[in-house]
T-cell receptor, first 109, second 113 residues
Framework: KNEVEQSPQNLTAQEGEFITINCSYS?????LHWLQQHPGGGIVSLFM???GKKKHGRLIATINIQEKHSSLHITASHPRDSAVYIC???????????FGTGTRLQVFP | DAGITQSPRHKVTETGTPVTLRCHQT?????MYWYRQDPGHGLRLIHY???????DKGEVSDGYSVSRSKTEDFLLTLESATSSQTSVYFC????????????FGQGTRLTVV
């Protein structure tokens, strides 16, 4: 079983829709990153969180440490949000980053 | 911008030739990683380092070696490149459990012909 599971793997949406991407992990963590990669582009960290909720513009990330689950929400989605979103927990025991396989989001006008 | 750079950004090489990719950081982070990214596979860990001269294998380490002689540099070497190693390679750095920030290089597109 993978240590990190993301769902869905692929997601299409109409502009303006509310988007949710889920991440479940099985290891103890010290923090969790949500990453974004545009087609052909580099990887950027959107959020790093270890508890609760963080908000940046139209993006909201939440984490429930007890349930080992995190979600990334995008409100009022826009075509420029089209990208791959990757969940990456930071393992407490090994100190390594572990990557989910990513969710490919396409937002159509 | 975080201080992490990869070089080269693009490379085309012939099968059987050695290739070295470099990752350089100015953040003094303990952990450095090399990943490859291929369609349908996401990011897969090749090797990582948890300190100078301390490295370990990831899930797809066959055909690759690494070295870290200084905190700031992590080298990935393909001893004899094969077409299956055509990929985009990403370097990442992260702190430890007391400082879990992470940064990623811009990627190196390697084509083995």
């Amino acid at each position: 079983k993978n240590e990190v599971e993301q769902s869905p793997q692929n997601l299409t949406a109409q502009e303006g829709e509310f988007i949710t991407i889920n991440c479940s992990y099985s290891v103890g963590i010290s923090a969790l990153h949500w990453l974004q990669q545009h087609p052909g582009g580099g990887i950027v960290s959107l959020f790093m969180l270890s508890s609760g909720k963080k908000k940046h513009g139209r993006l909201i990330a939440t984490i429930n440490i007890q349930e080992k689950h995190s979600s990334l929400h995008i409100t009022a989605s826009h075509p420029r949000d089209s990208a791959v979103y990757i969940c990456a927990p930071h393992s407490y025991n090994t100190d390594k980053l572990i990557f989910g396989t990513g969710t490919r989001l396409q937002v159509f006008p | 911008d975080a201080g992490i750079t990869q070089s080269p950004r693009h490379k085309v090489t012939e099968t059987g030739t050695p290739v070295t990719l470099r990752c350089h950081q100015t953040e003094n982070h303990r952990y450095m990683y090399w990943y490859r990214q291929d369609p349908g596979h996401g990011l897969r860990l090749i090797h990582y380092s948890y300190g100078v001269k301390d490295t370990d294998k990831g899930e797809v380490s066959d055909g690759y070696s690494v070295s870290r002689s200084k905190t700031e540099d992590f080298l990935l070497t393909l001893e004899s490149a094969t077409s299956s190693q055509t990929s985009v390679y990403f370097c990442a750095i992260s702190g430890d459990s007391r400082n879990t920030e992470a940064f990623f290089g811009q990627g190196t597109r390697l084509t083995v012909v």
